[in-house]
T-cell receptor
């Protein structure tokens, strides 16, 4: 089956620890995205990558880092510098990153709780 | 800065009713508009994508329209079913490359038996 996988589904960490969220896609999409979802707010863009070995900051990149060493993978690290890391994290991918109209497809999400 | 608003925040209808969900955006310079469905605790499922040059798209019982000049889109659901109960999200594709989306906060729909 083609799609996007995120692991783990639930993640618990202590404050001050870095944590890495996994995102893998087998849709052969060039572009990948990370969003954060908080109750009562729309999804907000953290980072995006239009091609391997390249990525750009989104609207709320502070306290996060990413890498894009393979087309299929776009891991997100939540660092200890992120003030409010507890949230639902969603990964997405799409075709045609430089053109209008690329439909975005989403993974099942990872719920991160930091205490 | 693009802002996307969805009203109402919640909606409850009886089964079989036709309904319309609304999405408005402040900047008419968009690349596309995408409607999603989200079930509790799950990821987003893409329902319809409308390119900026299009006026509407249809898929089964769903029809989405786009009026860029007025900054509005509607999602029409025909003959609603309990299985349609979910949160519906509207997202606008930004001009400037990268296919970045700006999301609304969603309409939570409940279809009752």
């Amino acid at each position: 089956d083609g799609g996007i996988t995120q692991s783990p589904k639930y993640l618990f960490r202590k404050e001050g620890q870095n944590v890495t969220l996994s995102c893998e896609q087998n849709l052969n999409h060039d572009a990948m995205y990370w969003y954060r979802q908080d109750p009562g707010q729309g999804l907000r863009l953290i980072y995006y990558s239009q091609i391997v070995n390249d990525f750009q900051k989104g609207d709320i990149a502070e306290g996060y880092s990413v890498s894009r060493e393979k087309k299929e993978s776009f891991p997100l690290t939540v660092t200890s510098a992120q003030k409010n890391p507890t949230a639902f994290y969603l990964c997405a991918s799409s075709t045609n990153p430089g053109l209008a109209g690329g439909e975005q497809y989403f993974g099942p999400g990872t719920r991160l709780t930091v205490t | 800065k693009q802002e996307v608003t969805q009203i109402p925040a919640a909606l409850s209808v009886p089964e079989g009713e036709n309904l319309v969900l609304n999405c408005s955006f402040t900047d008419s310079a968009i690349y596309n508009l995408q409607w999603f469905r989200q079930d509790p605790g799950k990821g987003l499922t893409s329902l319809l994508l409308i390119q900026s040059s299009q006026r509407e798209q249809t898929s089964g019982r769903l029809n989405a329209s786009l009026d860029k000049s007025s900054g509005r889109s509607t999602l029409y659901i025909a003959a609603s079913q309990p299985g349609d109960s979910a949160t519906y999200l509207c997202a606008v594709g930004r001009v400037g490359g990268g296919n970045k989306l700006t999301f609304g906060t969603g309409t939570q729909l409940k279809v009752e038996l």
